[in-house]
Every structure is written in structure tokens, then in C-alpha cells.
């Protein structure tokens, strides 16, 4: 029993002895106020005049000015492939030729049938011809009254005939001459050319998909043809910088393949709306690449700035605090040696400094040690960093 009390005694104790050390360590007021004198080091930092700007940080890939596909409109064997990947092309260049002897066949069946059609339209125009003549020859004689009116009509039908079936023979020899010319045009397609409509520069080879001798249906995939002479830089904005996007705006452009080097493009393209699932708007950034260093499928950071402000007030942004629900700053009264809070409304960030919009504010701010303070604290600024802070505010105001 009195080993219990014992031990009870010495618990006792060391929660008296604990508590008095908290006390006076951080005193049942809360922090950084001043029982007792006790003040709280700190350090501080001079408010100043300064150039800020807004910039958006983001991150997306490359993708190539244009690219397309160089596929067959017809089926056949392909005969000979002409270029490989990493080849340069200008427009009209031939890429692949496939075998055309069943089309060469087509051809030539297509003009024999174009002759026999020309051989029937010529015959068809000598029977109109006769006919013609012979019911001319009718009328004369039944003005004579040689000939009677059964034989008239019966030249009138012959005529008749005559020129109808010319008419299907002029009929049947443009249908032989569509037929040779799709004909024509099958051949052509045989020999497959790079081709496009928006400009003359020669553009590259980046894929290839097949190789001599493949059969190939209508449509199936040969190469694959990119302009390289710009890229798209593809970024996803959120919601909360998408007013701040606007066509025309200056990018920088960097990529992990070129270490510092910086890059220049333009906004070009803003989505209207944002994806409901994601919440962020498509912009696409048009750069330049005239040396071809960028490739498509490359990973980007893109850096738009959004605004420029000169000559404003700013603050440390190790200084901004928050008490009671507002964003503010602890001054310091170096006459007093105190820490008043005063709550802020700031503008743009950039980097360590903050821009002051309201109030007016000038002065020291504390930048160290704030976390303890409440509101008219005491504080303790060592005098190295009193006197590097004051010289640095001084030559601040004299600038």
C-alpha cells in the first residue's frame, strides 16, 4: 500500500514540474503573447517595389502540324515501296507502285470496246443518211403523185428508226469512253504520289507499314506522312485559368531532350467548353520548327503569361499568415519591438514575392517565427537581421 502512494506522490509531481514548464514555455494564453515579457524571435524582411507577373505552368505533348496517311484506292500486290521512314517528300512525289497488268488489261479492253462503239455510231449515221435521202426522194414523188402516202409514211418510219438507233449508238460510245477512262483512272492509281493541298514544302516519312509484295486492299495503310516545319504543343487548362487563355497570347516552350533551351509558340486554338469529366478546355500551342529539333510525341512544359504588373508593392511570400480566417501579415513596430497583424488582399504570385493590392503597406513584415504570434506580440529581431533588413528597406526607397 505505501509503494502505491509512493509512486503516486512521484506522478504527481512530475505533472506539477511538466506543467510549470509549459507555462513558461508557451504560457496559457496561446502564442506569442507576452506573459511575463517573454517575447518570440523572429525575422524580418522590408516591404517592397517590384515587377510581378503571372504565369501559367503547364504541361502537355507535341503533335505534328499535319499528318496523314498514304493508302491505295485500289486492291493489288505492291510492287515497289520507294521511300522509308525518316525520307523526305515533296508534294506529288511517288511513294509505291502496285502491280497494273489487270488494270493495263482493263485499259485495253475498255478502248476495243470504244472502237466497236465508234464502228456502230458511224454505220447508224449512214443509215440515217440513206433513210434521209429516201424519204426526201418519197416526198418529191408524192408531190408528183407517183408515190402514194402509204409509201411516204413508210420512208418517214424508216427514217425514224434510222435515227434512233444512231442516237443509241452516240450514247453507246460515250459509255465506252467513261468506261476506258475509269479505266485510265484505275491504272493511275496503281502508281500512289504524296499529295497534298496546304503548301509546297516537303514534308517526312514516319511511319511505314507494310513491304514490297504485301497485297493490299483499297485503303490499307503504306506510310504514314508528317509535316515537321511546325508542331502543336497540346495543354489542358482547368477551369480556373481558362478566362486567361486568349488566341494570340506568347508561349515559351521547354523539353527535357534540349536541357534549358527555350522554345517560343502562340496560343492558336481555345476549346469552347470543358469536359464535364475532367473539367479542363484542349489549347493547342502552334511553335515554330524550322530546324525540325521538336517531334510529335515529345513531353513539353508551356509557360503563358497571363499578366504583367509594374512597380507594385510586394511582400515575402513566406510572410503571408492566416488568423482567424484571414490572409495577412504580422508588421513589425521596430520602435516597440511588436507584431501587429494586418490582413491583405493580394494580387499575383510569382515566385517568392506576393503582390500587396489593399492596403497600403510598408515596412518590415515578419517572415520567420510568425507562427507563434498573435496580434500585438512581443518580438525579439537579432540585430544582424535588423540591420541587413533596415539597410536593404533603405536603399528600396531610395531607388
Do not use: C
Not at 30 to 52: C, Y
Not at 389 to 397: F, I, K, L, N, V
Amino acid at each position: 500500500m505505501k509503494k502505491v502512494i509512493y509512486i503516486a506522490v512521484i506522478i504527481i509531481a512530475l505533472l506539477i514540474i511538466s506543467w510549470r514548464f509549459y507555462e513558461a514555455f508557451s504560457g496559457e494564453q496561446g502564442p506569442g503573447r507576452d506573459p511575463g515579457g517573454m517575447t518570440v524571435p523572429v525575422e524580418i524582411s522590408p516591404v517592397t517595389l517590384q515587377t510581378v507577373r503571372d504565369v501559367g505552368e503547364f504541361s502537355g505533348t507535341l503533335l505534328p502540324k499535319s499528318l496523314f496517311n498514304v493508302a491505295p484506292k485500289v486492291t493489288g500486290r505492291l510492287e515497289k515501296l520507294l521511300v522509308n521512314i525518316g525520307d523526305k517528300v515533296s508534294n506529288g512525289d511517288l511513294i509505291a507502285v502496285l502491280d497494273s497488268e489487270e488494270y493495263a488489261q482493263q485499259v485495253a479492253q475498255a478502248k476495243a470496246a470504244l472502237d466497236v462503239s465508234q464502228a456502230n455510231l458511224a454505220d447508224s449515221k449512214s443509215a440515217q443518211d440513206i433513210a434521209g435521202r429516201d424519204y426526201e426522194r418519197a416526198q418529191e414523188l408524192k408531190k408528183q403523185k407517183i408515190a402514194s402516202a402509204t409509201e411516204l409514211d413508210a420512208a418517214l418510219a424508216r427514217l425514224s428508226a434510222a435515227k434512233a438507233k444512231h442516237q443509241v449508238a452516240e450514247a453507246q460510245v460515250k459509255q465506252a469512253e467513261a468506261a476506258l477512262k475509269a479505266a485510265e483512272v484505275r491504272l493511275s492509281y496503281t502508281r500512289i504520289h504524296a499529295s497534298w493541298d496546304d503548301g509546297e514544302g516537303r514534308r517526312v516519312v514516319a511511319e511505314r507499314f507494310v513491304d514490297e509484295g504485301a497485297m493490299l486492299r483499297a485503303n490499307d495503310q503504306i506510310v504514314s506522312i508528317v509535316d515537321l516545319s511546325s508542331v502543336r504543343a497540346i495543354i489542358n487548362v482547368v477551369e480556373q485559368d481558362f478566362p486567361n487563355i486568349r488566341i494570340g497570347q506568347a508561349t515559351t516552350i521547354s523539353t527535357d531532350a534540349y536541357g534549358d533551351r527555350i522554345f517560343t509558340g502562340m496560343v492558336a486554338r481555345r476549346a469552347p467548353v470543358l469536359k464535364e469529366e475532367s473539367r479542363q478546355s484542349r489549347v493547342e500551342i502552334e511553335i515554330l520548327n524550322p530546324d525540325g529539333l521538336l517531334a510529335p510525341g515529345m513531353f513539353v512544359r508551356a509557360s503563358i503569361q497571363f499578366a504583367e504588373h509594374h512597380n507594385v508593392t510586394v511582400i515575402p511570400l513566406t510572410a503571408l499568415v492566416r488568423r482567424n480566417g484571414s490572409r495577412g501579415v504580422f508588421l513589425a513596430d521596430m520602435q516597440e519591438m511588436k507584431a501587429h497583424f494586418v490582413p491583405l488582399q493580394v494580387g499575383i504570385t510569382d515566385g517568392e514575392w506576393v503582390e500587396v493590392l489593399q492596403p497600403e503597406l510598408e515596412g518590415m513584415v515578419v517572415t520567420l517565427g510568425q507562427h507563434l504570434l498573435e496580434d500585438g506580440a512581443a518580438i525579439n529581431v537579432p540585430e544582424s537581421n535588423s540591420g541587413d533588413q533596415q539597410d536593404e528597406a533603405s536603399q528600396e526607397a531610395h531607388r
